[in-house]
């Protein structure tokens, strides 16, 4: 065990055990602050720990984000035996007939005969809940005297007859989330209707049906259990699950849905924004950037990068804007999206949409023939969308080398320019991180799975173009020192992968990204912070000559925590809900026959080739890491988050080009 705070041991990577309400929860450490330690919990939540609240330590367990759950489940499954087997009283009759306090440690080797990480923490887990049987001073324990038991015993048993009901509930969502008996249609109707009503607004839920469901799945959140149990009890609530579980709303108020129905953009002539094409999903309705070029003489190139002109539709102040600020983001779920901003702007007014006119803001570049860049500007415009593409369309283009009208000749130029770029940036020390993502769409029971690739040409072509206009804005408002919010991430050491940048209102290097100044601009349709960016940069342009910002720098601190809760929640909620249906996917298609994979963490863990998405593997040899493999799904369970595999050997060349799940 390990009570002092203020030793130098490395936690990052190492399973913890912090005080939470009185419990030990358990937690994969991330990373570490100078008080605090950043964990991540079986469900993929994140929070801050203080440090001297972190009671356990096992360094015997490592974990990374994608294997936290089973290594998390393991660790349970061993605490659960160990506190079955515990009986404080019997303790307590050794205990107090040796006159003197024990460590937490000291009491789980007295009663379990042997001493180890797990059993000290089921031992001070029961310690910090016992009213009876020890007295805690500081983290040594005292037995209390005979007469203080045989009091506080029946003054427990007093308060135990008053919460049979309590416990009666509880044991009854453990058994619908485990599978057991069922409870009689009565009672069923009872939970359903107190479940029902926990779930519908998310800021008035119980405290103690928190603590019951918490109780009955430790490892799941409250709120996703009580749906869980809403669904096996057929009484399944009639929306989409990751959006009634975080309480998002999918309407809009009639204030909002006024204002956008009635926005109208300022007057801006159209202007030349050269041959201006999209490239998105083919399923994207909220269209943000648009891209345009040009050759030349000198080797050159000219690139336009123009970003919808949100500002434009969306008044500081106003309905709009207020919802758009609770918000904070769109989040995308595999059954629905939820829009930070209403339709008609998101999707029709504001949206890029290809034969139409569109305000937008552009970033006007000038590129050597090495790809340096050696000029830039900023400036409203209106300009013509002219065509719309997706990235499958550029990447046969690109892999065509044909260039047969102007669209295959705008992307081939700006795919030779995105290539000197990210070469450029690679130079300077940025970490390319591009794995392979799900996909996943869902409808009724329906789920669609597919493996996005993040380094294919077009996705390459439209990323770097996004970041060199992020650039581009931020190296304008550092040097004319307009207040914004900066994405920083100073090289510390170590491995820059792990260190996650932070937003902060003083530019400094982005190591991530290998750019001295870097904020994000580019999807003001979807973040509200870059809606807020567009406004700031825009107001300094229209009035260069006056000092006073749109924002202030305090109106900015309260965007920045706005913005960094509503991206880490919003990330975790979209992980979370794709990972859910991907197991469900498996759970009911993919258990009869081995499966494609590739190797991660050297054979500890596996990632499915079909549905990027990654599991513990059991009885591997050590292997390289991306080596093809066939395995069969072990176990899963989509609630829990767990997925694990069984070796089942290497893969040749025929079984990668034509294993499948079904």
């Given at each position: 065990m390990n009570f002092d705070v203020s030793s130098p041991i490395k936690y990052a990577g190492t399973i913890v055990e912090y005080l939470d309400q009185g419990r030990l929860r358990a937690a994969l450490v991330t990373r570490e602050q100078e008080r605090h330690l950043a964990v991540i919990d079986s469900a993929g939540h994140e929070r801050l720990v203080p440090r001297d609240l972190v009671l356990m330590r096992h360094p015997d367990r490592r974990a990374d984000r994608e294997d936290v759950a089973e290594v998390l489940a393991d660790l349970e499954r061993e605490r659960a035996e160990l506190a079955g087997e515990l009986d404080l009283q019997l303790l307590w009759?050794?205990?107090?007939?040796?006159?003197?306090?024990?460590?937490?440690?000291?009491?789980?080797?007295?009663?379990?005969?042997?001493?180890?990480?797990?059993?000290?923490?089921?031992?001070?887990?029961?310690?910090?809940?016992?009213?009876?049987?020890?007295?805690?001073?500081?983290?040594?324990?005292?037995?209390?005297?005979?007469?203080?038991?045989?009091?506080?015993?029946?003054?427990?048993?007093?308060?135990?007859?008053?919460?049979?009901?309590?416990?009666?509930?509880?044991?009854?969502?453990?058994d619908v989330l485990n599978g057991a008996e069922m409870p009689p249609a009565a009672e069923a109707a009872a939970i359903i209707e107190e479940l029902s009503r926990y779930l519908k607004n998310p800021f008035t839920r119980s405290r103690d049906m928190t603590q019951m469901l918490a109780q009955a799945a430790p490892e799941v959140d409250p709120a996703e259990a009580a749906f869980e149990i809403l669904e096996r009890l057929g009484a399944r609530p009639r929306v989409p699950r990751f959006a009634f579980i975080a309480g998002l709303k999918d309407e809009f108020s009639d204030a909002v849905m006024k204002e956008a129905a009635e926005a109208v953009?300022?007057?801006?002539?159209?202007?030349?924004?050269?041959?201006?094409?999209?490239?998105?999903?083919?399923?994207?309705?909220?269209?943000?950037?648009?891209?345009s070029c040009e050759a030349l003489a000198d080797g050159g190139m000219r690139v336009r990068v123009h970003i919808s002109l949100v500002a434009d539709f969306v008044i500081k102040g106003g309905a709009m804007d207020q919802e758009a600020a609770a918000r904070a983001t769109t989040v995308y779920l595999p059954e629905t999206t939820i829009r930070m901003l209403p339709d008609p702007i998101s999707c029709r007014a504001a949206s890029l949409i290809a034969g139409e006119d569109r305000p937008v803001l552009t970033t006007d570049v000038r590129l050597s023939a090495d790809g340096a860049l050696v000029e830039s500007s900023i400036y409203p415009a209106r300009i013509p969308i002219m065509r719309r593409l997706d990235y499958d369309q550029v990447d046969r283009i690109l892999e065509s080398g044909a260039c047969a009208d102007d669209a295959a000749a705008t992307v081939s130029r700006l795919h030779g320019a995105a290539i000197g770029l990210r070469q450029r940036r690679r130079t300077a020390g940025a970490v390319l991180v591009q794995r392979r993502e799900a996909k996943?769409?869902?409808?009724?029971?329906?789920?669609?799975?597919?493996?996005?690739?993040?380094?294919?040409?077009?996705?390459?072509?439209?990323?770097?173009?996004?970041?060199?206009?992020?650039?581009?804005?931020?190296?304008?408002?550092?040097?004319?020192?307009?207040?914004?919010?900066?994405?920083?991430?100073?090289?510390?050491?170590?491995?820059?992968?792990?260190?996650?940048?932070?937003?902060?209102?003083?530019?400094?290097?982005?190591?991530?990204?290998?750019?001295?100044?870097?904020?994000?601009l580019s999807s003001p349709i979807r973040r509200y912070a870059d809606?807020?960016?567009?406004?700031?940069?825009?107001?300094?342009?229209?009035?260069?000559?006056?000092?006073?910002?749109?924002?202030?720098?305090?109106?900015?601190?309260?965007?920045l925590a706005g913005a960094e809760n509503a991206e880490a929640s919003g990330r975790e909620l979209e992980r979370r809900a794709k990972r859910y249906w991907i197991l469900r996917y498996l759970e009911r298609h993919a258990l009869d026959g081995p499966i494609l994979a590739y190797v991660a963490r050297e054979g500890q863990s596996a990632e499915l080739a079909d549905?990027?998405?990654?599991?513990?593997?059991?009885?591997?040899?050590?292997?390289?890491?991306?080596?093809?493999?066939?395995?069969?799904?072990?176990?899963?369970?989509?609630?829990?988050?767990?997925?694990?595999?069984?070796?089942?050997?290497?893969?040749?060349?025929?079984?990668?080009?034509?294993?499948?799940?079904?």
């Open positions: 009759e050794v205990a107090q007939e040796q006159g003197r306090s024990f460590s937490a440690a000291e009491l789980a080797e007295l009663f379990f005969g042997r001493r180890s990480n797990a059993a000290a923490s089921v031992m001070l887990e029961a310690l910090l809940g016992d009213r009876i049987y020890f007295v805690r001073r500081h983290m040594d324990f005292v037995p209390r005297t005979p007469d203080q038991v045989e009091r506080l015993r029946m003054q427990n048993d007093r308060i135990r007859a008053r919460s049979d009901d309590y416990r009666k509930i509880q044991k009854q969502l453990r953009p300022g007057p801006r002539a159209i202007s030349d924004g050269g041959y201006a094409v999209t490239v998105d999903d083919d399923d994207t309705v909220e269209v943000d950037d648009a891209l996943v769409r869902v409808h009724g029971d329906d789920v669609e799975i597919s493996v996005v690739d993040n380094a294919s040409p077009g996705r390459t072509l439209v990323a770097e173009f996004m970041v060199l206009s992020n650039f581009v804005a931020a190296r304008y408002a550092a040097e004319n020192r307009i207040p914004i919010i900066y994405r920083v991430q100073p090289h510390l050491g170590g491995d820059l992968a792990s260190q996650r940048p932070r937003l902060s209102l003083h530019p400094e290097y982005h190591a991530g990204i290998g750019l001295d100044f870097y904020a994000q809606l807020v960016m567009q406004r700031q940069l825009l107001g300094a342009l229209k009035n260069r000559d006056n000092q006073t910002p749109i924002y202030t720098v305090d109106e900015l601190l309260t965007v549905f990027a998405v990654r599991g513990t593997l059991h009885g591997a040899p050590s292997l390289p890491n991306q080596m093809p493999i066939m395995v069969q799904v072990s176990r899963v369970d989509p609630l829990r988050g767990w997925l694990a595999f069984d070796f089942v050997g290497p893969a040749d060349e025929a079984s990668t080009g034509a294993i499948r799940a079904v």
